[in-house]
């Protein structure tokens, strides 16, 4: 979960969203479930100053730590960072780190109270493979933490942002390309656990007032991250064993074709959505999209900077058949025409950043 906490000026109302003077608000409050230590979280707090500040949990969408960007523009102080876990060193020497977790009502509260939120990034919740192998916790975190975010924002005027996905959407939606509004009829936990979303954040905007704001994610693409139990993860391990190893084992089949997204524009992306005046979005919900490939293809083009590297496939029948029923394509015609959305990143931009990072990674540690 990320908040933001912006300082208000008298008779200012509170606001919700990343990067807007308003700050997200951190809550608090009594649960009568523990998140497990295995379960991850994001969230941001910003003061209430023009100033926002976040706090991240980095175990979702492989937004980890994605706090830097967040606090490069608003400052390391406005920034919050939490998780139910000790952080690495890097992480907690960069600025505010605080314990939160999402099922307990009252520490989230107490975060948004003490912080003086006003925006709020809800990225908790396990993943889509994680999440079929443990339906009961992905239930808890998905939806009963959902719950907990959206009673606090509620409570406190914040702006809340809630990430959905690719995953939204079933083997009944339309695939190619797969618009902002469809039939959705997702298979998975975690896929059911977003359309709730989606549906709750819209309701409690429609009903309540609350300035609530997603946007559905392709599968994220990040250097700087380990893959987290997604069926699109294999678009990062495979940067990881090209570099290291010159070979790669790829779950999916061949040409299972799904949007995708480097990480900088999912951030940027994120930022501009929460920055949007409320006037123009005409939905609360918007597909966002960069590119869309195969594991062929992007093997080749990796090959084109590793010539030894080599592909084999050993396709796992779960992922495959959550893949399957998942866009090959997404038009976010909507976002580009509201707010401006554009991407930055085709897939030679990404693989070139991606084994930039790597390969300068993977020498300093032969070095070492």
């Known amino acids: 979960m990320l908040c933001i906490r912006m300082l208000r000026r008298v008779g200012q109302s509170p606001a919700f969203g990343c990067w807007t003077p308003v700050l997200p608000v951190r809550f608090l409050g009594i649960s009568p479930r523990q998140i497990p230590s295995d379960a991850n979280f994001h969230s941001a707090s910003f003061s209430d100053t023009d100033h926002p ?15 830097f960007p967040f606090r490069k523009r608003f400052g ?7 998780d139910i876990r000790k952080p690495p060193d890097h992480v907690f020497h960069s600025g505010p780190f605080i314990y939160s977790d999402i099922l307990d009502y009252k520490n989230l509260r107490e975060i948004v109270v003490n912080n003086r939120i006003t925006w709020l990034f809800h990225y908790s919740a396990l993943l889509s493979a994680t999440g079929e192998a443990n339906v009961s916790l992905a239930r808890a975190v998905n939806i009963t933490g959902l719950h907990n975010i959206l009673d606090v924002a509620v409570e406190h005027n914040l702006r809340l942002f809630v990430p959905s ?22 298979r998975t936990i975690y896929g059911v656990s977003k359309v ?40 990062v391990q495979i940067f990881h064993d090209a570099t290291k190893h010159g070979k790669f084992e790829c779950n999916l089949e061949a040409r299972t074709r799904l949007p995708m997204m480097y990480i900088d524009d999912c951030l940027r992306a994120t930022l ?10 005409s939905m609360r919900t918007y597909n966002v999209s960069a590119m869309s490939f ?9 090959l084109k900077h590793v010539p030894e590297f080599q592909i084999t496939y050993n396709v ?8 399957d029923g998942w866009p090959m394509n997404f038009d976010d015609s909507n976002a580009r025409k509201d707010w401006g959305w554009k991407h930055d990143f085709d897939l030679p931009e990404l693989v070139t950043a991606m084994l930039n990072f790597h390969g300068s990674e993977t020498r300093v540690a032969q070095a070492n």
């Open 53 to 67: 500040r976040d706090s991240l949990h980095p175990r979702c969408c492989q937004l980890v730590w994605v706090d």
């Open 76 to 82: 390391k102080d406005n920034v919050i960072l939490s």
């Open 165 to 186: 996905t690719i995953g939204a959407f079933g083997p009944t939606s339309p695939r190619n390309p797969t618009p902002d509004l469809c039939i959705q009829r997702p």
């Open 196 to 235: 709730h979303a989606e549906l709750m954040g819209e309701y409690y905007h429609y009903r309540y007032g609350l300035d609530f704001r997603c946007l559905r994610y392709p599968g994220i693409i990040s250097a700087d991250s380990q893959p987290g139990g997604g069926t699109t993860d294999y678009a």
């Open 272 to 281: 501009e959505v929460m920055e949007a005046p409320a006037e123009s979005l």
């Open 294 to 302: 195969t594991p062929e293809e992007l093997a080749q083009e990796v």
């Open 316 to 323: 796992d029948a779960v992922r495959q058949a959550i893949a």
